[in-house]
Nanobody, 125 residues
């Protein structure tokens, strides 16, 4: 299982970024996959997850209505479109999955088993 995340960077408050996670070694046709973040001194948070089986999504309350997760099965890639970014969104963002589960809610709540490398997102004026 390999997860290659990209798309992080520095953006002003109110700006947008799109994160990408290219999956390899498995097919996005059943497992849940998602984005998690960790800021210095804070606990890890499940930001958004999606089931590759039925494309049901789950969002944390802190990003609902601002972030959108999507999946491109032809490219075996998951995206996180982040709009109206806030300074409190600053964190390292990780793409992660659990091949044994297809529930997006369960993945975000219980945590994944396979992690990709992180990509830094910094929101600052």
């Amino acid at each position: 299982v390999q997860l290659q995340a990209s798309g992080g960077g520095l953006v002003h408050p109110g700006g947008s970024l799109r994160l990408s996670c290219a999956a390899s070694g498995f097919t996005l046709d059943r497992p849940a996959i998602g984005w998690f973040r960790q800021a210095p001194g804070k606990e890890r948070e499940g930001v958004s997850c999606i089931s590759s089986l039925n494309e049901i999504t789950h969002y944390s309350d802190s990003v609902k209505d601002r972030f959108t997760i999507s999946i491109d099965k032809a490219k075996n890639t998951v995206y996180l479109q982040m709009n109206n970014l806030r300074p409190e969104d600053t964190a390292v963002y990780y793409c992660a999955t659990d091949l044994g589960h297809s529930s997006s809610y369960a993945l975000c709540q219980r945590g994944p088993t396979d992690w990709g490398q992180g990509t830094q997102v910094t929101v600052s004026s």
